[in-house]
């Protein structure tokens, strides 16, 4: 599958699930952690579970697990690691105070609004 069809099957989940504020990260030329970041913010855990859970789902129906799961106990925060993709789900706060966007301020930022092309 390629990159950007995962993409679009990540951010379809996103959007079917509500989550807010969705950014692909581009980092491909900066980092070799991975190639792109995807963010979005939720507005509660039980969102938060969800939109999780409906990534993880839909990943696995296409053969696609990930290599590493974090912050699945407080959902403050979870990172869901594909190795070239790692999706960010944050609530509101956590977003804010970790500002990863401006961490990858040389990144280019694409934000999504109803719908993403691949």
């Known amino acids: 599958m390629t990159k950007k069809k995962l993409h679009k099957i990540i951010i379809e989940c996103l959007l079917e699930k509500k989550a807010l504020e969705i950014n692909l990260i581009d980092v491909e030329k900066l980092t070799s952690l991975t190639d792109t970041f995807i963010i979005c913010s939720s507005e509660s855990e ?4 969800a939109i999780m859970n409906h990534v993880l789902d839909t990943l696995n129906e296409n053969s696609i697990k990930p290599l590493h799961i974090e912050g699945q106990e407080n959902l403050k925060w979870v990172l869901i690691d594909y190795a070239n993709i790692v999706i960010n789900i944050f609530d509101k706060e956590t977003r804010e105070f970790y500002s990863i966007e ?13 719908s993403y092309e691949a």
């Open 46 to 49: 039980p969102q938060t579970k």
């Open 102 to 114: 401006r961490l990858w301020g040389d990144a280019k930022v694409e934000k999504i609004k109803e």
